[in-house]
Each structure stands twice: as structure tokens, then as C-alpha cells.
């Protein structure tokens, strides 16, 4: 009965990611996709959005006692539970979506969890600022590719970090034609296909936010990996994990 119940909540999420996407602004265009497949969003985003554990609990494994952490995009909050065991750490964590139906997952996994240093802000990413002023580490967990005005959430995220503080991000992208040294070079078809693909659900990919970060940040770490699909076995979609921290003026 659970294989069938899982099989029918599978489905039901793949028919809303296939549906057209309505809405005149960007926070409506959002909550339109997202209303509908909330409850059965992270069982099904766990097998397809691959790196976040690592990211989180990269990040969590720093000096991290007293510190604030923002992570844009968190929706529902499940990101927070692979390192559940060191939040107590934090003063502070914020999870900043423009979806309210994310957020009420959310706030509904902080209530289970009993997790009293964790609040969630219903705000645009590109103008939130944290209210103690500056913050030790902000995250992106598969949300960068879904904000139209991606660098100015990059500008954000630089703007309220502390100096020397840690920014984390995993996502989808396709290489440049010609990457820098060292970067993985995706096929012509990988580069043209993809971002067509997750164009329908609103999901942009390119290289240029990997490029941005790059240069806004000193790279700590970049880690650049296929990860497979739900539903489509031998296809694998690259995607990146980039740690860095913000410099310190001299």
C-alpha cells in the first residue's frame, strides 16, 4: 500500500511540474506551482535535488557556535534536518521563501522538531535584511536558478554577510562553450538541451551565475557533479556545490 501511495503521490507531483505555470508576478507564478504539490514536495525533490546534505553539512561542521544563518530559498525547511544535530549552535536561522505554502511546511517541521532559533520571513530574497545586521553563513539550495534578478539575490546575500562570512550554494547549471581551467565542459546537447527543459517549470539554468560567484567571492570549494532524474534512468542533469566567502575590505 506504501509503494502505491508513494507511486500516486509521484505522479500527482510529476502533473504539476508539467502543467503551465500562471501568475502576473513572480511570488504568484510561484505560489501557483508550489501550492498544489507542497505536501508531497520533499519526498520527491530528495531523489532529485542532489548535494544539499553535503552543502549543509559542510557549512555546519565550521565555527559555528552563536552564528546566523540565512537560507534563501529554503521553502519547506527540510534542508535544516541533515544537520538537525547542530542547530542548537546557531543564535539564529532564517528561512526566506516568497512561497507561503513552502513556508507553511516549514514552520510546520519547526514546530515538530521543536527548533526554537528557527523563524521563517515571507520576503522577496533581493531585498531582505537580516535583522541582527549581518550574517555568518547564507545559503541557496536550488533557488538561485528560480529568481529572475539572481544577481542582485547574489549582491544580497553579499551585502548582508559579515566579512570573511560563508556563502553555500547547489544548483542546477550548463557550462560556457569554453569554461575556465579547471571546469567541467558539458556536450553541446547537455548546454541546449537542459536549460530548455527546466525552462517549462520556470527553472533557468546557465553558466553565468557559477561565473558570478566566482568573481564576487574567494572560492572555498567547487564541486561540479551529474545527478539522475525521477522517472528517466540513464539521463543525468550537472549540477554544482560552490562554498566561498565574502571578502574582507583592506
Known amino acids: 500500500m506504501s509503494v502505491l501511495s508513494d507511486l ?8 504539476h ?11 504568484e507564478r510561484l505560489e501557483n506551482f508550489y501550492r498544489t504539490q507542497s505536501t508531497d514536495y520533499d519526498r520527491f525533490r530528495r531523489r532529485l535535488l542532489k548535494g544539499r546534505e553535503e552543502l549543509y553539512q559542510s557549512l555546519a561542521d565550521s565555527d559555528s557556535n552563536g552564528c546566523v544563518w540565512v537560507d534563501f530559498g529554503g521553502g519547506t525547511g527540510s534542508n535544516l534536518e541533515s544537520i538537525a544535530d547542530r542547530l542548537s549552535k546557531f543564535s539564529k536561522i532564517y528561512i526566506v521563501d516568497l512561497s507561503p505554502s513552502l513556508l507553511e511546511v516549514a514552520r510546520g517541521r519547526i514546530a515538530d522538531h521543536g527548533w526554537t532559533n528557527v523563524t521563517t520571513v515571507e520576503a522577496d530574497i533581493t531585498q531582505f535584511l537580516q535583522p541582527e545586521g549581518v550574517a555568518d553563513i547564507v545559503t541557496f539550495s536550488y533557488s538561485l536558478t528560480m529568481i529572475p534578478e539572481w544577481f542582485a539575490a547574489i549582491e544580497q546575500a553579499e551585502k548582508i554577510l559579515k566579512p570573511g562570512g560563508m556563502i553555500g550554494v547547489v544548483d542546477f547549471y550548463v557550462s560556457h562553450k569554453h569554461p575556465p581551467e579547471g571546469w567541467q565542459r558539458h556536450s553541446f546537447l547537455a548546454r541546449h538541451f537542459w536549460p530548455i527543459w527546466f525552462a517549462t517549470d520556470n527553472v533557468f539554468l546557465c553558466p553565468n551565475r557559477l561565473g558570478y560567484l566566482h568573481h564576487k567571492f574567494d572560492t572555498v570549494s567547487l564541486t561540479e557533479k551529474m545527478g539522475n532524474l525521477p522517472f528517466l534512468p540513464g539521463l543525468k542533469v550537472p549540477y554544482y556545490r560552490f562554498i566561498g566567502r565574502k571578502r574582507c575590505k583592506t
Not at 511540474?17 to 511570488?27: E, F, N, V, W
Open 17 to 27: 511540474l508539467a502543467k503551465p505555470i500562471r501568475g502576473d508576478s513572480h511570488q
Open 8 to 15: 500516486i503521490s509521484d505522479l500527482k507531483t510529476v502533473y
